[in-house]
């Protein structure tokens, strides 16, 4: 089946910092990656729709400008957490669709932030 | 826009026992039904999905039916294992074009050997 990673499954960092993860395709092509946020015991919840080659589209009550997404190419989507605060912390995951169809989801690993 | 509701939030079944996990969903345009499950700082993976024009899909020991008229869908484990604890969650989406899935909010599906 398909292949979603992301870049790194963990990281802890400073308040004040940023973060940048990333997310890539690695068998198949991605016009369209989403990014979930997921805190513990709860559901995924949709943060934002990637689109490469074009601006990302945020879900409501998401800052677009603390929550920086970059559809760099066709198998690569970063999200940079501007200055991270202890309430960013939370475990990020994105996700891809095989084809043309966004109906087959392909999940990457995650990546846990701690944010001290 | 879409809504789904999962329950239980939690299920705590013997080894053997089968195991009912329900979702509603509030779109009726709404025609994909995927099922996800997720080991503990793991990654979501589909087990099994339908789709508005079947009404039950069996995979081995897993199944999901659909009630189109009352907006429901279930998903059902039998001769449950160990292993199968985990996170589970359901989705609705209309099927083509960029709709996104809505999930529910997970069931913690607990087996005792």
């Known amino acids: 089946g398909a292949v979603v990673s992301q870049h790194p499954s963990w990281v802890i960092c400073k308040s004040g910092t940023s973060v940048k993860i990333e997310c890539r395709s690695l068998?198949?092509?991605?016009?369209?990656m989403f990014w979930y946020r997921q805190f513990p015991k709860q559901s995924l919840m949709l943060m934002a729709t990637?689109?490469?080659?074009?601006?990302?589209?945020?879900e409501q009550g998401v800052e677009k400008d603390k929550f920086l997404i970059n559809h760099a190419s066709l198998t690569l989507s970063t999200l940079t957490v501007t200055s991270a605060h202890p309430e960013d912390s939370s475990f990020y995951i994105c996700?891809?669709?095989?084809?043309?169809?966004?109906?087959?989801?392909?999940f990457g690993p995650g990546t846990r932030l701690t944010v001290l | 826009g879409e809504n789904v509701e999962q329950h239980p939030s939690t299920l705590s079944v013997q080894e053997g026992d089968s195991a009912v996990i329900k979702c509603t969903y509030s779109d009726s345009a709404s025609n994909y039904f995927p099922w996800y499950k997720q080991e503990l700082g793991k990654r979501p993976q589909l087990i099994i999905d339908i789709r508005s024009n079947v009404g039950e899909k069996k995979d081995q020991r897993i199944a999901v039916t659909l009630n189109k008229t009352a907006k429901h869908f279930s998903l059902h484990i039998t001769e449950t294992q160990p292993e199968d604890s985990a996170v589970y969650f359901c989705a609705a989406r209309v099927s083509g074009g960029s709709y996104i899935p809505t999930f529910g909010r997970g069931t913690s599906l607990i087996v005792h050997p």
């Open positions: 996700s891809a669709p095989l084809g043309g169809s966004t109906d087959t989801q392909y």
């Open positions: 990637s689109n490469e080659g074009s601006k990302a589209t945020y």
């Open positions: 068998d198949f092509q991605a016009t369209t």
